[in-house]
């Protein structure tokens, strides 16, 4: 079972997202959190697998939330899957850059929802790659000239195969995907998607892509 929780200020999208999550066979809706404060203090009680979380919230926001979630804690963290109005929550970027492993857009169906959740409890690739690539373009032109000479020293130490499964993940492709465009197995993916997390220094796969975007490797409209 995926055990989640649902951050959300407003008491209709929280019970509605949770109905919508509790009708899947295979996820367990663990907690409610009408703000941020409460999202950070169930994640540390119920140890979910993902957070569900609004962005704009009282007490604690949603960003502030994933941040404290997931700064400094030892041990398995939550995915937090980001909710968003994409044009509106300009600091979904910060989010991303706090560690968010996915966004899903608040008109989604129960179908998007579901997956979305699925995906990013495996940690197996971004949600919506058309949405993300959008939000990471702009993410990366405001970062400042250290970060994207950072991520490029960080880039230079991958293989050449290692670089062309971290652009081919900055596209949004799965590992079955990228498995069946390298022509290789996908076990083999695996590991080298393994490997250059760990040279990259980052937790899954949202962050490398984050570096991926940082570097120049996956720009804006490749």
Known sequence: MITVVVADDQPIARHGLATMLGAAGDIEVVGLAADGREAVDLAARADPDVIVMDIRMPVLSGLAATAEILDGTTGPRPRVLILTTFDLDEHVYEALAAGASGFLLKDCSAEELVHAVRVVA?????LAPTVTRRLLA???????PRALAAASARVAA???????????????????????????AEETVKTHVSRLLGKLGVRDRAQAVVVAYDSGLAGHGR
């Open 122 to 126: 495996a940690g197996e690739a971004l």
């Open 138 to 144: 702009d993410f990366v032109r405001a970062r400042p």
């Open 158 to 184: 991958l293989t050449r195969r290692e670089t062309e499964v971290l652009v081919l993940i900055a596209r949004g492709l799965t590992n079955r995907e990228i498995a069946e465009r390298l022509v290789v």
